[in-house]
């Protein structure tokens, strides 16, 4: 959609289908990716973004060597030819242990938004579409609410163990009750469109309905709250680390490091501010994107926030 | 209105019901016999079949549940495993230094948020507009314990105008108190300010638009006047609701700006049992913050109902 067929539209009305077939086209992947790019903030975050998912999967093949390696003799070193960030307290390589770091942090935000997207779509349809369920399961979703996040994630690692998964369901359970409440209100506000009653009157299946009909309604605000679910969970995952409750403490984590580099962290603060600025950055490019994303797709809730 | 408060009070009964069985749900249905915990991996089977009696966990589920709520409900939160003290006492000698870090965060939040979503909302598109916006998306991305330990770095450490870490009540005088308080408020405060001052100015510059601004404006009304007397004052119930999310928020914040500056508080209480597995204490303190949750959204749900009378309905 360039400015050369802009101007012709008002002009030959008539004329309009290969404009908007082009347009339907246009509404796929395509578009998205050219609404994202349409500004430099979010081209540079869309930017580090790439980078810093391109750092995760080559990370073997960037001068790295074994990131979980400890060497008591080279403990808390300065940069060197062998140790580009120095070591920490184990004589790990910094390097290396920030460029596996990625993996964790994107391994985590992207299973987070899967595991939080579907049980928040199941709990959605259920309570939105099946009226029975809806009393005690969005009480139910209240009172997960209620409980502050962290605390709730912290008793779970706690209790069952600190494992990547339990972690991951840990950061997950939490935003669960959002992502439901938003399909749950979806659904209901197209129950009552013309073209779910025709499809109604037509004898549509309950769950062709809800596939064919109603959810396609939910995937840009899905889309949306997704992104700011990834962010948050990178940024769930190391205040849990940090706080000793996250991955396995031998895991190269953002969080892991940062927990490890707390009681050095006068002699050595880089210890932390790396894994730190990483974090701090990926965090901050996924929420702009988010934000590119929302006003783009959601342009109530962009004048609601 | 009495009929809208009754209403909106008893129905934050159903979610701190929720509440406690989730909490207890967690606790019970997780992998792993908490007597075995309880006890450690050297206990036998008579000492595990003794505990598991005195603790009631050999009682169906349900019953389990109910005895506890009872409990609850009579102000007894038990025992710490560890330490053996009553809960609430460990909860009351800790309430201090999270009640001061919370208040004075929450102020300079608020101090700081509204002026700065004013401006924004004033100079929209401009560059301090995008400044402020910026800053905003900054402000709740980089982790607060990144924050706080920068800040240890340059005003205790380098500068030293404050005290590394620590806390000190206020009986022993307000010096030691104020002085160790300073850098986790402004730590903590961060991502407040971003998230009250981007709905501030999200807000203001909604009811900028409306007709009534314009009508003023048309009777002469000075900016300030507009802005103060008639764009703040009907973008107030939004933002006192970001205010009471924010406090909600505050409390993941505040477990671990304590654990940065090694206050003795709430959060550090916590992880310290988390750490120790003192299930007692944490049921208690995640309570705690659910019920001061649901509190502080009713409160709001009221506030909306006093300044906009069609919500009561």
């Known amino acids: ?305 | 209105m009495l009929g809208f408060v009754v209403k909106r009070v008893l129905s934050a009964i159903p979610v701190l019901f929720m509440v406690a069985v989730i909490v207890f749900m967690v606790l019970r249905l997780s992998p792993g016999d908490p007597a075995v915990m309880i006890a450690g991996p050297n206990a036998t089977t008579e000492q595990l079949q003794d505990l598991r009696e005195s603790m009631g966990l050999n009682r169906p589920l349900l019953e389990q549940l109910f005895l506890w709520l009872g409990d609850i409900a009579r102000g007894d939160f038990g025992v710490s495993l560890v330490s053996g003290k009553a809960v609430t006492e460990l909860v009351l000698d800790r309430l201090g230094p999270t009640i001061a870090l919370s208040l004075t965060t929450i102020l300079l939040a608020v101090a700081v948020a509204l002026p700065l979503g004013v401006i924004a909302a004033w100079q929209q598109g401009r560059w301090l507009d995008r400044l402020v916006m910026a800053g905003s998306v900054l402000g709740f991305s980089v982790p607060v314990f990144i924050i706080g330990y920068v800040m240890i770095l340059i005003f205790a450490r380098y500068l030293g105008w404050f005290p590394v870490q620590g806390y000190k009540p206020l009986s022993e005088g307000i010096g030691a108190f104020a002085s160790r308080l300073v850098l986790p408020t402004v730590a903590l405060s961060f991502p407040y300010i971003a998230l009250i001052a981007r709905i501030v100015r999200t807000n203001v510059i909604e009811v900028m638009g409306e007709d009534y601004i314009r009508t003023a404006r048309a009777k002469g009304q000075t900016e300030r006047g507009v802005m103060t007397g008639h764009a703040l004052r009907n973008a107030a119930v939004p933002i006192v609701t970001i205010i009471g999310v924010s406090i909600t928020m505050l409390i993941s914040g505040v477990v671990v700006t304590e654990s940065v500056f090694n206050i003795p508080g709430l959060g550090r209480l916590v992880l310290e049992a988390v750490l120790a597995r003192d299930y007692t204490v944490i049921q208690a303190v995640i309570l705690l913050f659910s019920t001061i949750y649901v509190f502080i959204n009713l409160a709001v749900d009221l506030l909306y109902g006093f300044f906009d009378p069609r919500i009561r309905y």
């Open chain 1, 1 to 305: 959609m360039t400015s050369d067929t802009a101007p012709s539209k008002p002009a030959q009305t008539e004329l309009d289908l290969p404009d908007m077939a082009e347009a339907r086209n246009d509404s796929g992947v395509a578009a998205m990716i050219r609404a994202i790019l349409s500004s430099w903030p979010a081209r540079i975050s869309a930017a580090v973004v790439v980078l810093i998912v391109a750092m995760a999967i080559l990370a073997p093949f960037l001068g790295t060597v074994d990131p979980v390696q400890l060497d008591p003799s080279q403990r808390l070193q300065g940069s060197s030819a062998a140790h580009w960030l120095g070591t920490d307290s184990y004589g790990r390589d910094v390097y290396s242990r920030v460029v596996y770091g990625a993996r964790i942090s994107l391994a985590v935000g992207a299973g987070t938004v899967v595991i939080a997207v579907a049980a928040g779509i199941f709990f959605g349809v259920l309570t939105g579409y099946f009226r029975w369920a809806d009393i005690i399961v969005m009480r139910f979703m209240d009172g997960l609410m209620a409980i502050p996040g962290i605390l709730l994630a912290i008793a779970l690692v706690a209790i069952s163990g600190a494992t990547l998964t339990t972690v991951l369901i840990a950061i997950s359970i939490p935003e669960i009750p959002r992502v439901a409440r938003m399909v749950r209100s979806v659904i209901m506000g197209v129950r009552s469109e013309p073209y779910v009653e025709a499809a109604s009157v037509l004898g549509t299946g309950a769950l062709k309905m809800v596939w064919r009909h109603m959810l396609p309604n939910t995937v840009a605000p899905l889309l949306v709250q997704g992104t700011y679910i990834f962010a948050s969970a990178i940024m769930t995952e190391s205040i849990l680390s940090f706080l000793g409750a996250g991955v396995p403490p031998e895991t190269p984590s953002w969080g892991n490091m940062m927990a490890d580099g707390r009681v050095y962290f006068l002699v050595k603060p880089e210890l932390i501010l790396y894994p730190g600025v990483m974090v701090s950055l990926t965090v901050l490019s996924v929420n702009m994107l988010g934000d590119v994303l929302r006003d783009r797709l959601d342009p109530r809730m962009a004048k609601r926030l």
